[in-house]
């Protein structure tokens, strides 16, 4: 599961799990029916994200895609209460809704692999009272319906068996929010030309 982070540019944000490398063919499915293609504008070297864009202009204004609101205002900390909303991972057309309480945060470790990939490093992630999963990834929003981190997918390999693995992790936004900021990070090519979409 992806974010729209700026519904101007045309911006979502997703995992590199899912955007493993520069170069691939990138699609963006909106409400489980209408797909756009997308481009990959910007993948971190460290952190587990990347950016892609759509062309906004495909859509007409009354669509209804509207950017989340992103809420670096302070990191999750424990005891902190949000409210998880995602997609459920057997039927993509239903969306999730679980209450968590941030019980831990701690340092992801993952380890090389046996061929050289993307592993994020210096990375905190949070953990939570109860379980959440089903997901194909999602958001934790506040009660003020801000995103304060996002459900992202690692991928790490394991030496014991030599297989590659994933696992769900909640991380903060403020690192998201550090590259949409800075404009000199990514180059954004020029988007338009498109037909005008509405679902």
Request: glycine share 8%; charged share 20%; hydrophobic share 45%.
């Amino acid at each position: 599961a992806g974010l729209v982070v700026d519904a101007q540019r045309g911006l979502v944000v997703a995992d590199r799990n899912t955007v493993v490398g520069s170069l691939g063919e990138v699609a963006v499915t909106f409400a489980a029916s209408l797909e756009v293609p997308a481009r990959i504008v910007f993948l971190h070297p460290t952190h587990n994200f990347a950016l892609i864009q759509y062309d906004p202009s495909a859509f007409t204004e009354d669509c209804g895609i509207r950017a989340a609101e992103l809420d670096d205002s302070c990191p999750l900390a424990v005891g902190d209460e949000v409210e998880f909303v995602g997609l459920c991972r057997t039927n993509p057309d239903t969306c999730l809704s679980q209450r968590v309480t941030v019980t831990e945060i701690s340092g992801i470790n993952i380890a090389q692999a046996a061929v050289p990939r993307f592993r994020a490093l210096n990375e905190e992630i949070a953990k939570f009272d109860q379980v959440v999963n089903k997901s194909l990834g999602g958001a934790f929003i506040d009660a003020k319906g801000k995103v304060r981190a996002l459900w992202s997918c690692f991928s790490f390999y394991s030496w014991n068996d030599e297989k590659s693995y994933e696992a769900f992790h909640a991380v903060s936004v403020d690192i998201v929010l550090d590259i949409l900021d800075d404009k000199d990070v990514f180059v954004l090519l020029p988007t338009g030309g498109g037909k005008s979409l509405c679902f």
